[in-house]
């Protein structure tokens, strides 16, 4: 199972999306028929092996009269020239065919990716002709894997002309051209860079800012320089201050009662979950790559350990919720106390300032400079699809509404969090202020929109009979779309660290006062919990899910996100009254904070990087093996780290800075 923001961007990893690579639930099974069709056919190895050096006497053999009727006449000259050098052996047209794809080995094996030399091509230069490289993808008449074949053809070649002659070519050999996408998004040449509204702004805003950071940073150097004061003003984009505050560590309390006000485990559950989440998103994109062991991926898969890894990974994003709803509700709590009252509008902007600055930066680099980065077969399909979300739903995005206004095309689709966040953070003071005013009572309340929420999951499962299993003949995007980013059916773990919150703002001085036989039973419950959670998405994300109901599905997703919330509640409890022993050490390590601060960032940047430095710059298939996903991972976090500290300090922290300065004064 893939997630709805990665389909779009799969074209060239999976046989089964048709229809321009949409997704269209219909349209996938009436494209599974018509491939049917084609692979009651044999097809012989020899057949394919000298496919495209066939295509040379194609070509060699379109006169002038024919070439004139084609849509690209002087593609199709250049291309016949190319292929008379290649056949009288001349330099150049070895070297032009050299760098075609060839017909790899282990078709039969899920194997079929003959990308070419992407390099060579595109170094190519013969008189008035540079090198295009072209990916075409065609289905076999027979069980053999769709074959991705990489051409060099003329810079000056329409994608779309070159699409119709190799395609006309295949169809007398029996093979169909499968046209995912449009042509040019699989076409990689010289790029003219565009000056249109949104590079404009985007160099206009990084001038700006650049210039900020410079004074700013200048500024604060002075002043430390002739030990003089510095104002927080003037150093709110100073680099130095700014990584500064990102890094600061704050030792642990041993006092009992400060203790008690603090949540000091919760900057470990926090770093640990998103490094969980880059994990399962590092195992999501792995269905990117241009495998030529791809069985040995699925089975890797089907283990236990990977499912630990991957398919538990998915409740990790349960565990920012439990701690948004705690931490939402203790703060308010505080405030009401202070001051008996609290200013919704007030909270709301800070709020929306905290987080739109490093969000919108990042929606304006996607727009503008990243297209310009890098160049790879999967380059353009992945970089164009994410491009082209933003620049139609860049308005919803910002506006956290874009989980309900167009779930399925969302711009930077894994921030569907942030609108369910944004969304819950303004229905908040509608449920703390009462829950202060009237005590406990309002917990039934509480419970009651909780269990709702845990019903509408399970509704829309039991109606549309939705299951989990990641080896489904197809994937149906309303699953996403009815019960993974609405906020009505992500509400329930929020409401859990909600009340959680004020129990814990209840108890902060007193603490949870239980017998020695209570915590033990209490940590118990959890391990065996959480054991049985991790088991169950074993069991049901890799059994074929004909084996059992679709009933089990409904009843686990709902249920497991809610139980999984109590664990984390449960752990964060024990931790917090003294009962934690060394997971309380662990997980409150003062080494934690820094990765708990840019914990934000990180998730917002993580598959934006991923996607551009391991996936996307992709010019050749390769091995799948664990050590290598392994070091994607590592490389993937580092990476994460250190783009994400310089991200925070330029348009977060500077950003919280000024909030504190305007609108706290």
Same mark, same amino acid.
């Given at each position: 199972?893939?997630?709805?923001?990665?389909?779009?961007?799969?074209?060239?990893?999976?046989?089964?999306?048709?229809?321009?690579?949409?997704?269209?639930?219909?349209?996938?099974?009436?494209?599974?028929?018509?491939?049917?069709?084609?692979?009651?056919?044999?097809?012989?190895?020899?057949?394919?092996?000298?496919?495209?050096?066939?295509?040379?006497?194609?070509?060699?053999?379109?006169?002038?009269?024919?070439?004139?009727?084609?849509?690209?006449?002087?593609?199709?000259?250049?291309?016949?020239?190319?292929?008379?050098?290649?056949?009288?052996?001349?330099?150049?047209?070895?070297?032009?065919?050299?760098?075609?794809?060839?017909?790899?080995?282990?078709?039969?094996?899920?194997?079929?990716?003959?990308?070419?030399?992407?390099?060579?091509?595109?170094?190519?230069?013969?008189?008035?002709?540079?090198?295009?490289?072209?990916?075409?993808?065609?289905?076999?008449?027979?069980?053999?894997?769709?074959?991705?074949?990489?051409?060099?053809?003329?810079?000056?070649?329409?994608?779309?002309?070159?699409?119709?002659?190799?395609?006309?070519?295949?169809?007398?050999?029996?093979?169909?051209?499968?046209?995912?996408?449009?042509?040019?998004?699989?076409?990689?040449?010289?790029?003219?860079?565009?000056?249109?509204?949104?590079?404009?702004?985007?160099?206009?805003?990084?001038?700006?800012?650049?210039?900020?950071?410079?004074?700013?940073?200048?500024?604060?150097?002075?002043?430390?320089?002739?030990?003089?004061?510095?104002?927080?003003?003037?150093?709110?984009?100073?680099?130095?201050?700014?990584?500064?505050?990102?890094?600061?560590?704050?030792?642990?309390?041993?006092?009992?009662?400060?203790?008690?006000?603090?949540?000091?485990?919760?900057?470990?559950?926090?770093?640990?979950?998103?490094?969980?989440?880059?994990?399962?998103?590092?195992?999501?994109?792995?269905?990117?790559?241009?495998?030529?062991?791809?069985?040995?991926?699925?089975g890797y898969i089907r283990g236990f350990t990977?499912?630990?890894?991957?398919?538990?990974?998915?409740?990790?994003?349960?565990?920012?919720?439990?701690?948004?709803?705690?931490?939402?509700?203790?703060?308010?709590?505080?405030?009401?106390?202070?001051?008996?009252? /609290?200013? +919704? %509008?007030?909270? !709301?902007?800070? $709020?929306?300032?905290?987080?739109?600055?490093?969000? &919108?930066? #990042?929606?304006?680099?996607?727009?503008?400079?990243?297209?310009?980065?890098?160049?790879?077969?999967?380059?353009?399909?992945?970089?164009?699809?994410?491009k082209q979300a933003c620049e139609k739903n860049?308005?919803?995005?910002?506006?956290?509404?874009?989980?309900?206004?167009?779930?399925?095309?969302?711009?930077?689709?894994?921030?569907?969090?942030?609108?369910?966040?944004?969304?819950?953070?303004?229905?908040?003071?509608?449920? /703390?202020? +009462? %829950?202060?005013? !009237?005590?406990? $009572?309002?917990?039934?309340?509480?419970?009651?929109? &909780?269990? #709702?929420?845990?019903?509408?999951?399970?509704?829309?499962?039991?109606?549309?009979?939705?299951?989990?299993?990641?080896?489904?003949?197809?994937?149906?995007?309303?699953?996403?779309?009815?019960?993974?980013?609405?906020?009505?059916?992500?509400?329930?773990?929020?409401?859990?660290?909600?009340?959680?919150?004020?129990?814990?703002?209840?108890?902060?001085?007193?603490?949870?006062?239980?017998?020695?036989?209570?915590?033990?039973?209490?940590?118990?419950?959890?391990?065996?919990?959480?054991?049985?959670?991790?088991?169950?998405?074993?069991?049901?994300?890799?059994?074929?899910?004909?084996?059992?109901?679709?009933?089990?599905?409904?009843?686990?997703?709902?249920?497991?996100?809610?139980?999984?919330?109590?664990?984390?509640?449960?752990?964060?409890?024990?931790?917090?009254?003294?009962?934690?022993?060394?997971?309380?050490?662990?997980?409150?390590?003062?080494?934690?904070?820094?990765?708990?601060?840019?914990?934000?960032?990180?998730?917002?940047?993580?598959?934006?990087?991923?996607?551009?430095?391991?996936?996307?710059?992709?010019?050749?298939?390769?091995?799948?093996?664990?050590?290598?996903?392994?070091?994607?991972?590592?490389?993937?976090?580092?990476?994460?780290?250190?783009?994400?500290?310089?991200?925070?300090?330029?348009?977060?922290?500077p950003f919280m800075r000024l909030d504190k300065?305007?609108?706290?004064?």
């Open positions: 199972m893939w997630p709805a923001w990665l389909l779009p961007l799969s074209i060239l990893s999976t046989s089964t999306l048709p229809n321009g690579g949409k997704l269209d639930y219909h349209h996938q099974q009436n494209d599974r028929n018509r491939t049917q069709q084609l692979r009651n056919v044999e097809f012989s190895i020899e057949e394919v092996l000298l496919l495209n050096r066939h295509f040379l006497d194609y070509l060699a053999a379109i006169d002038d009269q024919i070439a004139q009727e084609l849509p690209d006449p002087q593609c199709t000259i250049a291309m016949r020239q190319l292929s008379k050098a290649y056949l009288n052996r001349e330099r150049h047209g070895l070297e032009w065919f050299d760098s075609w794809g060839k017909i790899p080995s282990g078709l039969y094996h899920q194997n079929g990716y003959a990308v070419g030399n992407v390099d060579q091509c595109r170094g190519f230069s013969w008189e008035h002709i540079r090198g295009q490289h072209c990916t075409f993808i065609g289905a076999f008449p027979s069980d053999m894997e769709v074959l991705v074949s990489g051409l060099c053809v003329p810079h000056f070649c329409d994608p779309d002309a070159a699409q119709a002659l190799y395609g006309d070519y295949l169809n007398t050999q029996g093979i169909m051209l499968v046209p995912f996408i449009e042509q040019e998004m699989l076409c990689i040449r010289d790029e003219e860079f565009k000056y249109d509204g949104a590079m404009i702004t985007a160099i206009v805003f990084s001038a700006i800012i650049a210039g900020f950071l410079l004074f700013s940073t200048l500024y604060e150097v002075v002043q430390l320089a002739l030990k003089r004061d510095v104002k927080p003003l003037y150093s709110s984009f100073s680099l130095l201050s700014n990584i500064r505050s990102i890094i600061h560590i704050v030792p642990r309390s041993k006092s009992a009662d400060k203790k008690s006000n603090m949540i000091e485990c919760a900057h470990g559950i926090r770093a640990l979950s998103m490094i969980w989440i880059i994990v399962l998103h590092i195992h999501d994109t792995l269905n990117l790559v241009l495998w030529e062991n791809a069985p040995t991926q699925l990977p499912s630990l890894l991957y398919f538990s990974g998915m409740l990790a994003v349960d565990t920012f919720l439990v701690l948004s709803g705690m931490l939402v509700a203790m703060s308010m709590l505080r405030e009401l106390d202070k001051n008996g009252k /609290i200013n +919704p %509008l007030k909270l !709301y902007l800070h $709020r929306y300032i905290r987080i739109t600055g490093p969000f &919108a930066a #990042l929606i304006l680099f996607l727009v503008s400079f990243a297209s310009y980065m890098g160049e790879g077969v999967l380059w353009k399909p992945i970089l164009g699809d994410l860049w308005w919803a995005a910002l506006l956290y509404i874009q989980n309900y206004v167009d779930p399925g095309n969302m711009c930077l689709a894994w921030s569907w969090y942030l609108s369910v966040d944004m969304q819950l953070y303004i229905l908040a003071p509608a449920l /703390i202020y +009462p %829950l202060w005013r !009237y005590g406990k $009572r309002v917990l039934i309340v509480i419970a009651g929109l &909780a269990v #709702l929420s845990m019903g509408c999951v399970l509704a829309s499962f039991l109606v549309n009979e939705f299951r989990l299993s990641f080896f489904l003949p197809y994937f149906d995007p309303r699953k996403s779309q009815l019960t993974y980013f609405p906020t009505h059916a992500r509400m329930a773990v929020w409401l859990w660290g909600l009340a959680f919150g004020y129990i814990l703002h209840k108890t902060k001085d007193t603490g949870v006062n239980l017998s020695k036989r209570y915590w033990t039973a209490g940590w118990a419950a959890c391990f065996t919990l959480l054991g049985l959670i991790v088991y169950g998405n074993y069991e049901i994300y890799t059994t074929d899910a004909q084996e059992f109901s679709y009933v089990v599905d409904a009843f686990f997703e709902p249920l497991s996100r809610s139980v999984f919330g109590f664990c984390v509640m449960w752990i964060i409890l024990a931790c917090v009254n003294g009962k934690g022993g060394l997971i309380d050490d662990f997980l409150g390590a003062p080494m934690w904070q820094p990765l708990s601060k840019l914990s934000f960032t990180m998730y917002l940047l993580h598959i934006q990087l991923l996607l551009m430095a391991s996936v996307a710059p992709s010019k050749t298939s390769t091995y799948f093996s664990v050590i290598d996903m392994f070091y994607r991972i590592w490389g993937t976090i580092g990476l994460t780290i250190s783009v994400s500290l310089l991200w925070s300090a330029i348009f977060e922290v300065l305007f609108l706290k004064s």
